[in-house]
Nanobody, 122 residues
Framework: QEQLVESGGGLVQAGGSLRLSCAASGRTFSNYAMGWFRQAPGKERELVAAISDRNSTYYADSVKGRITISRDAAKNTVYLQMNSLKPEDTAVYYC????????????????WGQGTQVTVSS
């Protein structure tokens, strides 16, 4: 059974850093596009970043320059390095995967994790 499991969330002060991990299992995801979404209380889920199977990357304007998505195919894992965190980055962060980068970016990927909470204090 395919599964995505996020980790690395937590509480951090503004200006700090966190690295989220999304470990995939049940199949090889190296030929899948993967991405990170986030959802803050009372807000819609939004794309943070995505990476294609060929390692092309896409970022929301609000995180460009602060957040980097990467993947380790051998470990079947995708990462989200978040620097210079702001209180507005506070949200539950979700990992997603699909064979199509368009589906990932659209938020309609086949696979989703359960999410990890990121809280940035001011």
């Amino acid at each position: 059974q395919e599964q995505l499991v996020e980790s690395g969330g937590g509480l951090v002060q503004a200006g700090g850093s966190l690295r989220l991990s999304c470990a995939a299992s049940g199949r090889t995801f190296s030929n899948y596009a993967m991405g990170w979404f986030r959802q803050a209380p009372g807000k819609e889920r939004e794309l943070v970043a995505a990476i294609s199977d060929r390692n092309s990357t896409y970022y929301a304007d609000s995180v460009k320059g602060r957040i980097t998505i990467s993947r380790d195919a051998a470990k079947n894992t995708v990462y989200l390095q978040m620097n210079s965190l702001k209180p507005e980055d506070t949200a539950v962060y979700y990992c997603t995967a699909d064979q199509s980068i368009l589906m990932v970016v659209a938020g309609t990927g086949d696979y989703w994790g359960q999410g990890t909470q990121v809280t940035v204090s001011s």
